[in-house]
């Protein structure tokens, strides 16, 4: 592989780390099995026929390649940047979780794996696992944390439809990470037979790579897809982040494309200032957590704080590795968004261009509605819309108020 | 030579198996903790695995992490932690040896190097780190080896044998062979495959091997003793003290039942040793 030290597209090392971050941090019982993952992972890579039958899958079963909409309206209310939505929500399963759980499952299934887990914030993860394991015919156990089973009942109830076993968490703040570490304790005791579908772009290596890599199928198609109607290059990327997968899939073709700025959102749930949030980039520091060092919500003893944010999906105290490498070395530039300022963006856009976006990119348009004004007609800022709100009409209802 | 080293040498003369017991350090409280601790020499414990409290115990089951966070309710840190060590040493056992067991981030925060040294000076004689593997724990050895602290290996069931020279490579102390393919507390491993995996460990080292994971009898841990060097007793410990009553007697009363197995548990195969 051309390495090239001016490139931002080579990570990570043979090891795993993305400069400081990264790596495997997991107990010997997994490690011989990451390793597995790994050569299976380089193998499939480099196999056309990998290639060709996750094509396939995504053209036929997913609907790729997603719209890239001009949102015109929203553009001529902002009055500045030409804002363009990537459509992942018009995926199957209504998110971009589904572009990973693809490319996942036909490794697990190279792999000879039988039984599948993962974990899941939002359900939109767990639905999408799910639903591959539906399709490919493989039992599935999904963890999700007992307080997201409240908060994103519809979820619950489409895995299950969909077939899964869906293990309530307790342990902890009873959310996503918490989810995360209970499906780790399942591998480690069914290492023979069981693949774990990580969600995000985080955990040991090599998931962070493989999930981005399977991610990324969404900014090389915006590269197209602009091309085709504007001719050039996009001057903005925004996204948002909960471990950073939505965020790395828009960004990762472009990072050697000096000319584009990159803008990612955290959730500053209830603000900054009051420490319920979940901006692990602008709240925290480096630490090691689920198999990787990246910077997480700690405190001074090294003891993982909760996170908070209205969106489910966000509310995770870490953050993928390479976010963390990126960020220190500032080529993506790392906001944060309220949970009100989400909220308002999402009544926003159903209003204005008649789509409900789910409450994780409603932070990323909340940047967009702040950063669109300022910036000049002809420039073209992509957004990644990669969740619909269906699974957030009661979340929502709720936060307004107003009793289903 | 070390506490740990001195230890070894001493039960192979007395040709027995030793006990280690695990417990966290502060549960269900700092006085309670260090009570145990104290009278575990006496009940017949070899070597002391002392917990540090961590949020998120990837590799440990519901008993381990309730007492984490019994621990961290009453106030534990990991200066809470090299604290008791250290009065546990001015209490006047200087020959037992401590190990500290535990997750990299709250050392990564305290500082690796830090750590180690206040390790030492607490007198504590080995790490066990379940989250950092042979390829990530660079950043903690060369501190480790600096203040003279054991950095001990785990060995696993998945750990084959092009694997296993990685894992030996460079561990002190002891092999810490876990027993089972899962987390803390659950399920036992079958006695036949334990030993079938020592005697396989027992190729590729000098290093006493320890086996945990799993024991929660006196019985089991007779068993294990015919087979290793010494065997860990935790979780079964740890519910114990998580229990009501008096903590300290039970806890104690419970130990010297399983060190009572296992001393008098001669082991096998001595003779090639
Ligand atoms: C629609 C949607 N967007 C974003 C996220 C956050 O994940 P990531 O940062 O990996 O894209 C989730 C997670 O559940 C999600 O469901």
């Not at chain 1, 993860?125 to 490919?136: K, P, R, S």
């Not at chain 1, 050697?256 to 990612?264: F, G, L, Q, T, W």
């Not at chain 2, 180690?116 to 042979?134: F, Q, R, S, T, Y």
Request: glycine fraction near 10%; hydrophobic fraction near 40%; charged fraction near 25%.
């Amino acid at each position: 592989m051309a390495t090239s030290v001016n490139s931002y597209r080579t990570g990570p090392d043979e090891r795993g780390h993305f400069g400081l971050y990264g790596g495997r941090y997991v107990a010997e019982t997994l490690m011989p099995l990451i390793l597995e993952v790994e050569r299976a992972y380089n193998a499939a890579k480099v196999d056309p026929d990998f290639h060709r039958e996750l094509n396939y899958y995504l053209k036929y079963y997913v609907g790729r390649p997603s719209p890239l909409y001009f949102a015109e309206r929203l553009t001529r209310q902002l009055g500045g940047a030409k804002v363009y939505f990537k459509r992942d929500e018009l995926n199957h399963t209504g998110a971009h979780k589904i572009n990973n759980c693809m490319g996942q499952i036909l490794l697990a299934r190279r792999m000879g794996k039988t039984r599948i887990i993962a974990e899941t914030g939002a359900g939109q993860h767990g639905v999408a696992t799910a639903t591959v394991c539906a399709l490919f015919n493989l039992p599935c156990t999904i963890y999700m944390g007992s307080t997201d089973i409240e908060r994103q009942a519809p979820n619950v109830f489409r895995m299950k439809l969909l077939g899964a076993e869906v293990k309530p968490v307790t342990s902890g703040s009873a959310t996503l990470k918490d989810a995360m570490n209970d499906a780790l304790r399942d591998w480690v005791a069914n290492v023979e037979n069981t693949y774990y579908i990580i969600g995000t772009a985080a955990g040991p290596h090599p998931f962070p790579m493989l999930v981005r890599d399977f991610q990324s199928v969404i900014g090389e198609e915006v590269r197209k897809q602009l091309h085709e109607m504007e001719g050039r290059l996009p001057d903005t990327l925004v996204a948002c982040i909960g471990g950073g997968s939505n965020a790395l899939g828009l960004f990762h073709p472009f990072l050697d494309d000096r000319s584009v700025s990159m803008v990612a959102v955290e959730a500053a749930g209830l603000g900054l200032e009051t420490g319920k949030h979940a901006a692990s980039l602008t709240g925290g520091k480096p630490g090691v957590l689920h198999g990787n060092r990246t910077y997480l919500l700690q405190d001074d003893d090294g003891q993982i704080t909760e996170a908070h944010s209205i969106s489910a999906g966000l509310d995770y105290p870490g953050i993928g590795p390479e976010h963390s490498w990126l960020h220190d070395l500032k080529r993506v530039e790392y906001v944060s968004a309220t949970d009100q300022e989400a909220l308002d963006a999402f009544k926003l856009l159903a209003k204005i261009e008649g789509i409900l976006p789910a409450l994780e990119p409603a932070h990323a348009l909340a940047e967009v509605i702040k950063r669109a004004p300022n910036l000049p007609k002809d420039h073209l800022l992509v957004m990644n819309l990669c969740g619909r709100g269906d699974k957030d009409v009661f979340t929502v209802a709720a936060a307004l108020g107003i009793k289903l | 030579m070390s506490r740990i080293a001195a230890r070894f040498a001493r039960l192979r003369q007395e040709g027995r198996a030793g006990l280690v017991t695990f417990t966290m350090a502060g549960d269900p409280d700092y006085a309670t903790s260090l009570g145990i601790m104290r009278g575990l020499p006496k009940a017949g414990v070899d070597i002391i695995e002392l917990g540090v409290m961590f949020s998120d115990p990837m590799a440990d089951g519901p008993a381990v992490q309730a007492a984490g966070l019994r621990a961290h309710k009453a106030g534990a840190s990991v200066r809470r932690t090299l604290d008791m060590v250290a009065e546990f040493r001015r209490s006047g056992d200087n020959e037992t040896p401590v190990v500290l067991m535990g997750y990299f981030n709250p050392i990564y925060i305290f500082g690796a190097e830090a750590f180690c040294a206040e390790a030492k000076k607490a007198g504590v004689d080995g790490l066990i780190v379940v989250d950092l593997p042979p390829e990530e724990d660079h950043e903690l050895r060369p501190h480790a080896i600096a203040n003279g602290l054991d950095i001990i290996r785990l060995a696993t069931p998945t750990t084959d044998a092009a694997r296993l020279p990685k894992v030996v490579e460079g561990a002190s102390g002891f092999i810490y062979y876990v027993a089972v393919l899962g987390i803390t507390g659950t399920k036992s491993g079958a006695i036949e495959q334990i030993q079938e995996s020592v005697e396989r460990i027992r190729k590729s080292t000098d290093l006493p091997i320890v086996v945990g994971f799993g024991i929660k009898t006196p019985e089991q841990a007779a068993e294990v003793a015919r087979v290793a060097d010494a065997a860990v007793v935790g979780s079964a410990l740890v519910e114990i003290i998580g229990g009501k009553g008096d903590t300290v007697r039970s806890a104690l009363r419970f130990v010297e039942g399983v060190a009572n197995a296992v001393h008098s548990s001669r082991r096998k195969a001595k003779a090639d040793a």
